[in-house]
């Protein structure tokens, strides 16, 4: 081995935690990694922009096709409950065979179930278009994880973050782009959108380039080291993981689905006031999203799973009781904190089954599907019978669940030198 490979390979340490002393490819195709993992994110943005629209224009299809809020629950289960099911399944197919452009392919059908959005007639078609939603994404999801962790250069974490941060700025930008084109236009202006689904088809096609010629790499990698732990822990801290993700996404299901509704029924806003300050809460969960991985990497995951979902209790509890002005503050101080999580919930797990990055990932993520589906569904039941309010309340009690993270088993520290250097050869 040369004496620059084994500079490449060595692994420092410092409080602890494992750095990579100095990089380990060449400059240039560091570069490359770092634009693949760059436009993964970008076309994350794109693809959950157009999922947020759905509950974006919720307010719109109230009014259109007279419906209540357990339909408009059902709807985000429709196509949340779609994705959550077919995740796992896309990204356990992926492990074994790797399907480079699956994402263009993805993205298509998210195009088409935009469209079909923009035109549906019926209550009906609504929920067929928003299944179409889900099903893109169900494909998206398990393997730009895979190519963002592929890009990361050793930086779980950190790739994690950046690619999430994507998925939380469209989030963001789907109600705000909704208050100015959709709201003033109708739901014929969603069709507008299908730009944004034709630019990530694009991008994803470069992706799919980048990450075939990339496949012959990582199956010389095959041979993946085990966590050190035994299968009780391992399913214990899946386990853990699964509580953590309900406790987060059952009260962003709330958030997200009927914040709105909530401004507009306590405060007497305008649906587009409502929808800028919806806008002022995703995009403080976006913020969130980038520091989550990168401190993770640093100060172990466990520690920004116990900040970031116990943490942000005191918030949660006082936000159902705050005036205007509060209610302001104490969205985005709940938006930073909580959002920091899925990132180090993500990477944790794919620690804990080292190998199985699609299918851990198409787990994680369609499980934060699913529970938004069936929170959303389950909330808008609840807000029908006892009002919007009240499922305020319900839900700040939700972080409390973070106490279990007691119970997740120890990995700072167990990802040795050799581990870390195989994967960013």
Known sequence: ??????????????????????????????????????????????????????????????????????????????????????????????????????????????????????????????????????????????????????????QFGMAQSIYQLGGTAGSAMGPLLAAFIVVPGGQGSLAWFSLAALLAMYLLWRVGGWYQAHLAEKQARKAHPASGLSRAKVLLGLTVLGLLVFSKYFYLAGISSYYTFFLIDKFHLSVQDAQLLLFLFLGSTAAGTLFGGPIGDRIGRKRVLWISILGVLPFTLALPHANLFWTRVLSVLIGLVIASAFSAIVVYAQELVPGQVGMISGVFFGLAFGMGGIGAALLGKLADHSGIAYVYQICSFLPAIGILTALLPDLDGKTTGKQLAGTVR
Do not use: W
């Open 1 to 154: 081995m040369s004496a620059r490979s084994k500079a490449g390979l060595r692994v420092g340490s410092r409080k602890g935690f494992l750095l990579l002393s100095s990089p380990v490819l060449p400059r240039s195709e560091r570069d490359t990694a770092f634009r693949i993992l760059l436009f993964v994110s970008i076309c994350h943005l794109l693809n959950d922009l157009v999922q947020s629209l759905i509950s974006a224009v919720y307010p719109i299809l109230k009014t259109s096709f007279h419906l209540d809020f357990a339909q408009l629950g059902l709807i985000t289960l429709t196509y949340q409950l779609t994705a959550s099911i077919l995740q796992p399944f896309v990204g356990l197919y992926t492990d074994r065979k790797p399907m480079p452009y699956s994402l263009v392919a993805g993205m298509g059908i998210t195009l088409t179930g935009l469209l079909m959005l923009s035109v549906a007639p019926t209550y009906a078609l609504l929920l067929l278009a928003a299944a179409f939603v889900g099903m893109g994404s169900s494909i998206f999801h398990p393997e730009s994880s895979r190519v963002a962790r592929l890009s990361s250069g050793g």
